[in-house]
């Protein structure tokens, strides 16, 4: 069975300050590992896939198979970026969607 | 840009009555699924479809659900009697490949009294 957890729900920081969103999966084969976001009455949102390893909107996360994590950071946390946050892990081969229970992260000016 | 389109928006019923809620997915996308999240939980994968069949159900997908692909472009989950606890946010999403990046629709928030 493949299980993602999100250990906190709340994160809350200051305008400038680091972050990191952690994000831990079981799954036993090669999963593909996903952040969507959800921002105040939106929808739910591609952020960013490990498989791109691109940084969007200055987020990156990197796929730790050792850690089995997949932890979301950034440098210096722009109010903008609160938000719902929500991990996801997707087998590739049945394609559903396993999500995290999500965190809100609130950034503060 | 497309976006995957959903109604009603916020649905209201009563116990034992039946509810189809819609969607309008990406119109060249060729999989789509439904998700729900119940308050305060987590967003729950239900079904996904792919070529006019159902690829593959959760648990929570018993026989009073079903999905249909009626005329190519809807893409509709019809409750055959609600419980109160189907009362949940239903999110439509669609993509252009199995694994790939999903797109979700804006939620249909379902009550069930």
């Known amino acids: 069975a493949q299980r993602v957890t999100q250990p906190e729900k709340l994160l809350s920081v200051f305008k400038g300050a680091p972050v990191e969103l952690k994000c831990n999966y079981s799954?036993?084969?090669?999963?593909?590992l996903f952040w969507y976001v959800q921002y105040s009455r939106q929808r739910l949102q591609l952020l960013l896939r490990?498989?791109s390893r691109e940084s969007i909107k200055g987020f990156t996360a990197d796929l730790n198979k050792g850690e089995t994590s997949f932890h979301l950071k950034k440098p210096f946390a722009q109010e903008e970026d609160s938000a719902m946050y929500y991990c996801?892990?997707?087998?590739?081969?049945?394609?559903?969607?396993?999500f995290g229970k999500g965190i809100t992260l609130s950034v503060r000016p | 840009e497309p976006e995957v389109t959903q109604t009603p928006s916020h649905q209201v019923t009563q116990m034992g009555q039946e509810v189809i809620l819609r969607c309008v997915p990406i119109?060249?996308?060729?999989?789509f699924y439904w998700y729900r999240q119940i308050l305060g939980q987590k967003v729950e994968f239900l079904v996904s479809?792919?070529?006019?069949?159902?690829?593959?159900k959760s648990e929570i997908f018993d026989d009073q659900f079903s999905v249909e692909r009626p005329d190519g472009s809807n893409f509709t989950l019809k409750i055959r009697s609600t419980k109160l606890e189907d009362s949940a946010m239903y999110f439509c999403?669609?993509?252009?490949?199995?694994?790939?990046?999903?797109?979700f629709g804006p939620g249909t928030r379902l009550t069930v009294l």
């Open positions: 999403a669609s993509s252009v490949r199995g694994g790939g990046e999903q797109f």
């Open positions: 799954y036993s084969g090669s999963p593909e």
């Open positions: 490990h498989i």
């Open positions: 996801a892990l997707s087998s590739g081969a049945n394609s559903k969607l396993t």
């Open positions: 119109s060249n996308h060729l999989y």
């Open positions: 479809f792919y070529n006019n069949e159902i690829s593959e």
